[in-house]
């Protein structure tokens, strides 16, 4: 569906979002959010189906509009044609419940007379069936049961059975957007007013991933405060709406095309919950963004791309604290940093791991041996074989990786002394030369060498894991096979999936990466 956005404010035409399925509207408490999701409404027309949990729990003003083909046009019509069993439900989740019933107990009647007249009929599927099986997937511990024409609900392990107005306010939201969804008009735009509230940040994504599922012919408009629900969808186009004009019914609003526009609206959502966490990488192939949100679930994850840009970033965001009362931090990986610009950068709110680079956070001890026990493998006899054979490896390349880490100081110091001011050229020159014994590149990879040397001597695999940078140590240290993966990428699909539980084993993979960062828990 091609989406026309309201009037702007600066008198230049309306964007048109052209076959836009996800669409989210974000910005701050007084925006005009509201009323630029309404004008939307206006603009969408008949096609326009709005749904908020928060009003549909609640009884309805008097004087509340009714849209053609809402949950509420849709009962007014069925208890106008159904004078003998009229309803005077007073909330939309109980007009979308009547409204269930009804369609159930008409497709049970049309089942019933086909069945008299002996003409085959497949038992009917209803939409009052769809909703309670996607209702128990999102809440698998919970049973819907149906008794004397009820609906009656129990959890595992209880013997206790309630009717519906027993459930949460969460499950009540989670039954009602299933219910409204399945409702919507063919081809409709579903504008969905604080998809947040009542449910639960661990069931968010998952919900309204089944639910756009269901329904791939509609568009689906979130006008959301949840940053991180915002950047969740993955065909999403967002809106970020700044300011109304009331006198002139104007917007000054931006659709933001990449991840970089929605960092910038970061700053102006005052409204969110979380803390953020800026990371390196992108966000949808990088290990970075798949491992880091399970381990701080406490934060909004951002990946920006590069080590530079994490701490550009969270220096200007903890510029402007005060605006935006959100606390920010950042991720980088160790590479060959010293420890001087390791304690640096954590003085300015940036985690540095005291392993050398993100792949390494998979070797820790402590997560191998969670992992060795989770594939019930004896992790006394498979962390071995792993912590040997990378000592094996790194011997065979300490060497060079000392080379490396030379390269990396050597350049570091040449770029910060060659930023000096200089009066002359032959100042500069005689700098230039002076620098080779200043730096001394020679000593120091004589002293990395050493250094590397007592590690390898003393079987010190957690020093390793600082110093080595190795892309290919998932797949030459075995630790997968050894594990029972059949290679890296199965391995690391294991340590996320172990993460989204939580096991003990979960625990004790989050408690060895966090103490990785400094981090006791």
Known sequence: MDIRLPKRIDGHQPEVLIESKQITIIGTNGAGKSRFCSALVDEIGDKAY?????????????SAKTLPGSIDDLFNRMNAANPQIKNI????????????????????????????????????????????????????????????????????????????MGLSDGEKSVLYYIGAVLY??????????????????????????????MRPDCTFIYNTHDVDFASSRIDNQCVWVKEFDPDAVAWDYEVMTSSRDLDAALLDLLGSRK?????????????????????????????????????????????????????CRGIVDRDRRSEQEV???????????????????????????????????????????VKRRVITMFTKELKQQ??????????????MRIDMKFTSINALENHMVELVSEINPRGLYDQLCREFHVYEDNDDYESILRVYNQKLMLVESNVAILCGFKGRDDYIRGVLNILKGNSENAHAIRRAIKHCFGIEE
């Open 275 to 327: 803390p953020v966490l800026f990371i390196e990488g992108d966000d949808k192939h990088s290990i970075d963004s798949r491992l880091y949100p399970l381990i701080f679930p406490e934060y909004t994850v951002k990946p920006l791309g590069s080590c530079n840009k994490v701490i550009e970033t969270v220096r200007t965001f903890g510029d402007l604290e005060n605006f935006h009362q959100l606390e």
């Open 184 to 213: 919507a008009m063919p081809d409709a735009a579903i504008l969905v007013d604080d998809p947040e509230t009542f449910i639960h940040s661990s069931i968010m994504r998952t919900l309204w991933n089944v639910l756009e599922q």
């Open 89 to 164: 439900a007073e909330t939309e989740f109980d007009k979308l419940f009547y409204v269930m019933l009804n369609d159930e107990f008409r497709e049970l009647m049309n089942f019933k007379a086909h069945k008299l007249m002996d003409e085959q009929m497949e038992f009917p599927k209803t939409k009052l069936d769809i909703a309670v099986k996607k209702w128990q997937e999102v809440f698998p511990k919970n049973k819907v049961l149906r008794e004397n024409g009820k609906l009656m609900f129990s959890t595992e392990g209880y013997e206790d059975k309630y009717p519906l």
């Open 343 to 385: 304690e640096y950068l954590r003085r300015k709110n940036i985690l540095v791991p005291n392993v050398a680079e993100v792949e390494n956070i998979l070797m820790l001890e402590g997560v191998i041996r969670a992992v060795a026990r989770h594939k019930r493998r004896n992790p006394d006899l498979v962390f071995p074989k």
């Open 402 to 415: 000392a080379l490396m880490h030379v390269r990396h100081r050597v350049k570091r110091d040449v770029e």
């Open 50 to 62: 709005r749904i908020s949990a928060l009003k549909a729990l609640f009884p309805a003003p008097a």
